[in-house]
Structure formats: C-alpha cells, structure tokens
C-alpha cells in the first residue's frame, strides 16, 4: 500500500522513461528548496499525447512538493462564467498568504490558455486568463504554475512566455511497455480478489486469479506488440484481461488466453488508428 513511500523521490506506480523520470525528480526537489534558497519558482508544462502520465506525475508532484496546492482542469473555467474572474483573483490572495507558497496545476490547460486571438473566446473566460497572467507576472516569489496539455501549440504566447521547464512526455517504449504490463498485471490479476473491501451485501468479492505460465518472456512478446500503445491503453488491455479471466469458468490465466487478448487489443488499437486517419481532411 505504502510503496511509495521507500524512495523519497519515487513516483509511485508512474512508469517513465528513466532519463525522464530523474528530470522530474530533481524539479520536484528543486520546487521543494525554492523558498528555502529564496528563488522564484520555475513553472513548468508537461505535454505529450493522452494517457501518458501527466495527470499522474502533476498530483504526485503537488504533494510531495511541501507547497501549498490547487489543482484545477482548464475546461472547468469556462462553465464558471463571470465568477471565474473573482475565482482566480480568490485563490491567488489564499496563495500570498500561504508562507509554503503555492503549486497551482491546470490539467488539459490548452481549454483555458488557448491563444487569445485565434480562438473564439467568452469575454469571461478571456478575463479569467487575463487575471492569471497578471496575478503570475514578474517572476513570481509565491508560485508555481505547472501546466499539462496534449496540445502544447494551442497555448497562449503570453502563457508559454511563462514556462520556464518543458517536459514532453511521449509514448512508452518497449521497455516501459514491459514494466506497465507487470505493473497492471500485478493490479489488475494478481491482486484481485485479495483486497478485503468490507462487508458488502450485493457485491461478491472478486474471486482470485490464478496465473499460469505468464512468464515474463510472454509479457516481453507482448511489450513487443503494443508499440504505440499509451500508460493508459496498457491499463485498460489489462482490465480486458482481467474481465477474460471472470468470463472464462475457471478463473485462471493462461499464456494462450493472455496472448489471445493482447493480439485482439492491438488488432483494435491498429483499427482505431485507421479510423482517426481516415477522418483527417486529407
Ligand atoms: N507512465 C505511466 N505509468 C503508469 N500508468 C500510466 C502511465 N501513463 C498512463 N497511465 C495510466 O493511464 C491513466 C491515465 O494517465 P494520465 O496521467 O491521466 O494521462 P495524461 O494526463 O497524460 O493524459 C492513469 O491513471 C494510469 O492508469
Ligand atoms: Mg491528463
């Protein structure tokens, strides 16, 4: 449960490419001694293609970064209408008043801080992100904006102006495939059934799996065949393994029921591709 907990700047259940993962270690200790060293904050934006752990990364960071945090999604602003001026203005006070300072994380930011001018606008929505870059302005003491997006061009100039650390996250390598099939393996089969959830009276327990065979030369043929698959599309082929398993009499995971979801779930990826490819104006 606590695993998190043994390396101090371990990211939990997050797989990353190494190189990517070490950056995000040094700025989460970085953040961390900013009041301390008395420097201005770096804010920073992660972006890279849905599914890919910036959502993830993002709240794990707030928490471990020692600050004060807000996390908010860029496409709740707009519903907010006028209040989102005095929103923002309300949490950016709350902020100077926090001697901790302040992380404040805008998840699928590109909904809020388009570009001013290519997008259409409401005038609210137009003021609300007129107060953020004024309420950020002049290398902020108090706090650190940290901002994901799947559309980093989409951003407002003013916005990008801002940033001062990029980092892309792409999709997983071979290697990392590897890991995240062990890691949602382990989730998703080996552990189901032995999480004591309480008394439930309508819901039976999950009942345990048994693996069979997977090794891990068959978890490695599968990492070979989810090229271009995301964190995200790893989980859910391992949620489509757990629901085989249920649907099977016996409860039991096998290599060849194992490889027969894999090879269904990347003939589906491969469609879906196709079918996004067609749609593109051409
Ligand atoms: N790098 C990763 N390591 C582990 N799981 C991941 C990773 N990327 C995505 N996932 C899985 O996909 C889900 C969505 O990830 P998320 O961080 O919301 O992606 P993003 O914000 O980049 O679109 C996560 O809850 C997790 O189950
Ligand atoms: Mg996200």
Not at 69 to 78: I, K, N, P, Q
Not at 165 to 172: A, G, S, W, Y
Not at 202 to 208: D, M, V
Not at 229 to 246: D, H, N, P, T, W
Request: net charge positive.
């Amino acid at each position: 449960m606590f695993s998190r907990a043994k390396n101090g700047n371990g990211f939990g259940d997050v797989i990353l490419h190494p190189s990517l993962n070490k950056r995000i270690a040094q700025l989460a200790s970085a953040t961390a001694n900013t009041k301390e060293h008395q420097a201005p904050f770096r804010n920073m934006l992660f972006y890279g293609p849905p599914g890919t752990g910036k959502t993830m990364v993002a709240r794990e960071l707030a928490h471990k970064s020692g600050l004060d945090y807000a996390l908010m999604t860029g496409g709740d602003v707009a519903p907010l209408g006028s209040q989102a001026v005095t929103k923002i203005h309300q949490l950016f006070d709350w902020a100077k008043k926090s001697n901790r300072g302040l992380l404040l994380f805008i998840d699928e930011a590109d909904a809020f801080l388009c570009e001013r001018n290519k997008t259409y606008m409401s005038e609210a929505q137009r003021s609300a992100l007129n107060a953020l870059l004024f309420r950020t302005g002049d290398q902020s003491k108090d706090i650190v904006l940290a901002l994901a997006t799947n559309r980093p061009g989409d951003l407002d100039s003013a916005v990008a102006d801002r940033i001062d650390e990029v980092l892309e996250f792409p999709l997983p390598g071979e290697e990392e495939r590897f890991k995240l099939l062990k890691l949602y393996l382990d989730k998703y089969i080996a552990q189901a059934g032995s999480r004591k959830s309480g008394f439930s009276l309508f819901k039976a327990n999950p009942q345990k799996i048994e693996i069979k065979g997977v090794t891990d030369d068959i978890i490695k043929e599968a990492a070979a065949k989810t090229d271009g698959f995301s964190g995200r599309e790893i989980a859910k082929l391992m949620a489509s393994v757990q629901a085989a398993v249920y649907g099977s009499d016996n409860c039991v995971l096998d290599a060849s029921l194992f490889r027969e979801v894999v090879d269904y779930k990347v003939a589906e990826h491969q469609q879906r591709i196709k079918l996004a490819a067609s749609d593109k104006p051409s």
